[in-house]
Each structure stands twice: as C-alpha cells, then as structure tokens.
C-alpha cells in the first residue's frame, strides 16, 4: 500500500542490485493505488488540459481496434475515482473527443494501452500529456521492442522478459513499478531534447539541492479482463533534492545506483548522469554522505 495521495518519488527508491542490469522491478500493485489523487489535482488536470489542447497531435491516439479496451478502461477508471471523496458523481465529458482523451483530462496519470498482434505487444492507443523526455508521436501503433529502442541493452536485459510477463499478466494480478530522472525542470511536460542539453551554468555545488528534482514515474501495468488489452499508466512525482535528502539513506541509494551505470547507459541518461555527479559532491561536501558509500561497492 502506497498510502494514496501522499506518496512522495523518494518513497519509491529502492536499492538497485549490482552489478548494473534492467530489470522488470516489478511489485504487485493493490488496486486503490492504481491512479493516485492528491491536493495537487485541480491544478495538474488543468494543466495536462491545456497541454492537450496544444499538443494534441502529439499526444492523443487510438486505432479502432483498441475502442472496446478503452470502453472497459473509462469504467475502471470511473469506479476508481467514484470511490474518493468529492469524485463519487465524476462524469466523463465525451463531446468532441475520443474516449482515451475524456479519460486523461480527469487523471493525474499518462495512459497507454496494449494490444498483443503477430507482432508482439503494441502500443494501440494513449494519451501522452507528460513524457519524460520521449517522443510520444513516434511510439504510436508500435510494439514494446520498437518502443524502447533507443534504452541500450533493451534487447538483451528485458524483451525476453517483458513478452513473457505481458503474456502471463492477469487481470487480477497488477503491477507496478519505477523509473527515475534528474532533472533541473520542475515542468510536468519534458521534451525529449532536454536529456542531452549541456548541464546549465548558473547550476552549482552550492544550489543544486535547490535547482535539480528528483522525478519519478510511477508506472502501473494491468489487463483488462474483457478485452484482453494490457493498460499502462505512468504516474510523474517530483521532489527537490533538499527534500530528498532528508529521508535517511535515499540520497545515497540514489547515487550509489547511479554510479553504477555502464557507459551506454550513462549517455542514454545523459542529463541525470551529469547532474548526479553535482548531487554527489554537493552532498559530501555537506557530510550528507560519504564518497565510499555513494558510490558502487
Ligand atoms: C514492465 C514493463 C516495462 C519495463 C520493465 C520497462 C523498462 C524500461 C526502461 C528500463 C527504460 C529506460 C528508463 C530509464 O531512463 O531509466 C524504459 C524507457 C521507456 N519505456 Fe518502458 N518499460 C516497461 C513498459 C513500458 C510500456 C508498457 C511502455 C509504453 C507502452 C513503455 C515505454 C517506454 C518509453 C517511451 C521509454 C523511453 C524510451 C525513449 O527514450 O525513447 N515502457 N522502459
């Protein structure tokens, strides 16, 4: 249990086997912590509304195949949210666009949803709003293997296991998991090219527990019973680093994982990279950790 509506992206770091592998990393979910509602809510959908409308291209997409999926995806959803207080009469507004785009104006949440084809799974229909610096409009309609093809060693850490999980995924068994960044941009939206921009100036030692953020996407996977589609929800949390640094081991999980990155994998997270080095010495320089404990044992 996440305890729903404060969960906060430290809370989901966790310690990183070593040496260096991906890993499905995933923990079975309970369904109250499917889509998460906190105080911040009125707030987020007004803006993911706004980015909807100014990016819908780039954001919003559905085959006729996965209608039936997104039926039974809008009524899960429903249910979820009539069960919290001041949502129980919630209602979609279903004039002028398709269901998918009705279902992310009322969650904090990006959604995707699966098909599997001859192909391997596929990615069906989704609404993006607030990538981590992906480009959502060149993932439409393609499949888990195409998706990541830009994640190095993808292909030798996890197709394998990820078809085999999306097989065997039930219905009343979901999932969650995590991924994280560092970045120094508190926006809910992150255009791809930020991952590879230099590390800015004004950034240093001095403020970077103030200018840098710890995002974490929290990711939940579960199939729908009646269509068979697979639902992928990605929940984005942000926490300064100051913040961060005050639950006791976390800062230092967070280095001692990031260091251990090979260097493909580096260049992939090429900014979170750059910044966890700043992080790391900010934080030895401030007695918060020591070198030998961030860094790969
Ligand atoms: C258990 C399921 C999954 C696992 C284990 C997984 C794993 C990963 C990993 C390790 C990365 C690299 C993340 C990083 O920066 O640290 C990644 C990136 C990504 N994943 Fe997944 N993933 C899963 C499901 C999905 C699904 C269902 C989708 C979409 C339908 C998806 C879309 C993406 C995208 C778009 C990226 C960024 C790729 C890019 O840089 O262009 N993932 N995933």
Known sequence: MLNNGSVAAAD??????????????????????????????TADLEEIGRLIDSHREE??????????GCEELATEVLQHLRQLPGLESIELDKQNMSLIEAVRRVIQEDVCLLEKRSSGWTMTACAVAIP????????????????????PRYDTDLSQPMTRFFDRLQPEKPVWRANRTLTDDPSLRLEPHRRHQPLRDD??????????????????????????????????????????????????????????????????????SRHAGLIKQWAVSTGLVTAEDSTQH
């Open 12 to 41: 989901l770091i966790t310690a990183d086997p070593e040496p260096f592998k991906w890993r499905m990393g995933v923990k079975p979910l309970e369904l109250n912590d499917w889509l998460l509602v906190d105080d911040q809510r």
């Open 59 to 68: 954001t919003i997409y559905c085959q006729s195949s996965a209608l039936k």
């Open 132 to 151: 981590t610096q992906w480009d959502v409009a060149s993932k439409f309609g393609k499949t888990l293997d195409v998706i990541h093809e830009p994640v």
């Open 203 to 272: 950034i240093t030692v001095d403020n970077v527990a103030d200018r840098v953020w710890l995002r974490v996407e929290y990711q939940t996977l579960r199939r729908l019973p009646q269509s068979g589609a697979i639902v992928f929800t990605i929940r984005i949390l942000r926490q300064k680093i100051k913040s961060v640094a005050t639950h006791p081991g976390v800062l230092t999980e967070l280095l001692r994982s990031l260091s251990t990155l090979p260097a493909d994998v580096r260049t992939y997270k090429d900014s979170t």
